[in-house]
């Protein structure tokens, strides 16, 4: 048995090597591979540091918001799963305050960010 799984991870070795280190160095080498020609181009159309700081915030309230209400929605079931249990009572409280700060953290950023994007427009239409 030990025989067998030791000639699979082998085996398997030989594949990821294939497929993560020979076929890439294939698609994106300088000669076309069967006379198809790959070009990658760049994703990111950023002109300025704040469309980059605009961007980088937008990712942050993607991801964040998610994780925010599934936090409030395990505070819920904290109180629920509590049943007037004092130090479950506390600690379900302790998730929700930290959730509802994390919310308005997460609202104060895009307000402050708001707030310099009109104050660097004013300045530039002076």
Request: proline share 3%; glycine share 4%.
């Amino acid at each position: 048995m030990k025989q067998k799984f030791s000639q699979l991870c082998s085996i398997s070795k030989y594949w990821l090597l294939v497929v993560f280190v020979l076929a890439p160095a294939q698609i994106f080498a300088d000669e076309p591979s069967f006379g198809i020609r790959y070009k990658l181009d760049n994703p990111l159309d950023f002109t300025s540091i704040e469309g980059i700081l605009l961007a980088l915030l937008q990712v942050f309230i993607t991801i964040a918001t998610p994780i925010i209400v599934i936090s409030i929605i395990y505070a819920g079931f904290l109180y629920v799963t509590a049943r007037g249990n004092v130090e479950q009572t506390k600690q379900a409280t302790t998730a929700l305050t930290y959730a509802i700060v994390g919310a308005v953290i997460l609202l104060g950023s895009v307000a402050i960010a708001e707030i310099v994007r009109n104050l660097v427009e004013a300045f530039r239409a002076t």
